[in-house]
Nanobody, 127 residues
Framework: QVQLVESGGGLVQAGGSLRLSCVAS????????MSWFRQAPGKEREFVAR????????DYADSGKGRFIISRDNAKNTLSLQMNSLKPEDTAVYYC????????????????????WGQGTQVTVSS
C-alpha cells in the first residue's frame, strides 16, 4: 500500500502563486508515476499534470500549461505542484495520485490509471 498526504492549499488572490506538496509513504518503491488532479464544485475530477518517477517526463492539461510546474524529489518521496498566475477557475480540491507499473496506459491522464489517492487539499482563488 501507498499513502499520500497533500499540503499547501489555501486562499490566494488571482495572479498569485501556491505550491502544493504531496508526501508518499509505504511501498513507495512500487510507484511508477504520479499526478495531480483537481475537482471543482459541481464538476468531475480532472487531470492537471503528471510526471514519470524515473524518467521525469511531464505532461500538463491545457489549463495549466505555462503556469503550473510539476516536480518530484524521489529521495524524499515528495511530489510538488508550483502554481503561478492563478485564476478563479483554478479553485478546486487538488488531489495527488500515484500509479504502479502494472496499472494504466499512456498517456496516464485518466483517474483509472491511478490506484492511490491523497485526501485532497483545497485551493481557492479569489477575484
Amino acid at each position: 500500500q501507498v499513502q499520500l498526504v497533500e499540503s499547501g492549499g489555501g486562499l490566494v488572490q488571482a495572479g498569485g502563486s501556491l505550491r502544493l506538496s504531496c508526501v508518499a509513504s509505504g511501498r513507495t518503491f512500487s510507484i511508477a508515476g504520479m499526478s495531480w488532479f483537481r475537482q471543482a464544485p459541481g464538476k468531475e475530477r480532472e487531470f492537471v499534470a503528471r510526471i514519470g518517477r524515473y524518467s521525469g517526463t511531464t505532461d500538463y492539461a491545457d489549463s495549466g500549461k505555462g503556469r503550473f510546474i510539476i516536480s518530484r524529489d524521489n529521495a524524499k518521496n515528495t511530489l510538488s505542484l508550483q502554481m503561478n498566475s492563478l485564476k478563479p477557475e483554478d479553485t478546486a480540491v487538488y488531489y495527488c495520485a500515484a500509479r504502479t507499473v502494472d496499472r494504466g496506459s499512456w498517456p496516464y491522464t485518466r483517474e483509472s490509471d491511478y490506484g492511490y489517492w491523497g485526501q485532497g487539499t483545497q485551493v481557492t482563488v479569489s477575484s
